[in-house]
């Protein structure tokens, strides 16, 4: 009598995000996924640089989702604009955006995008940062406001959304990740999971 394998676990996948762009992102992975939204103070830490934020906040949303569902693996992420060290987060505002797009036209922006995956029941956790240089073009108030009435892109770290009409304010990228500036760097997550033992082409 022959003895088979048992088949290996499959644990479930959690998207600790609120972000539709994260969704789609993920979506492109093939995986099957929920998304669950992760309970944290964002608020940056004293002397708190960009990169720090973006790390510490990724893996704070992996680690709160993970704390309800101790056998899933979770993927937790946030993007962080870094204007010559000063963070720029979500406009949330028409104003806002306006205030910092002039601040960026002309200047060379890097944004931060960290990721962190974690399963507490296999003491698995690992975090990567992806670094997206942005150049912008020297944006007249007229681009600006005619963008923004556009495209309307609120909810996006930096005012500007690279994957539509927001690619017309840059002059260049410079990334090993092209997905990292849309908000999930694909190439740094599907090695992750990978190494958590979630099967991929």
Known sequence: MSSLNPPPLVRPIILGSTSRY???????????????????????????TPLELSQRLAL???????????HAIVIGSDQVCDLHGQALGKPGS?????????????????????VAVVCQHSHFQNTHVSRVTAQFRDLNDAEIERYL?????????????SEGLGITLLDAIHSDDPTALIGLPLIATARMLRAAGVVLP
Not at 94 to 114: D, N, P, S, Y
Not at 149 to 161: I, L, M, N
Request: hydrophobic share 45%.
């Open 149 to 161: 009435r556009a495209e309307q892109p609120y909810d996006c770290a930096g005012s500007a959304k």
């Open 22 to 48: 994260r969704r789609e992102l993920l979506q492109r992975l093939r995986v099957n996924f929920t998304a669950a939204t992760p309970l944290i103070d964002e608020t940056p830490l004293p002397g708190e």
């Open 94 to 114: 028409h104003e806002k955006a306006i205030a910092q797009l002039q601040a960026m036209r002309g200047q060379a922006v890097v944004f931060h995008t960290a």
């Open 60 to 70: 704070a949303k992996a680690r709160a989702v993970a704390a309800v569902y101790p």
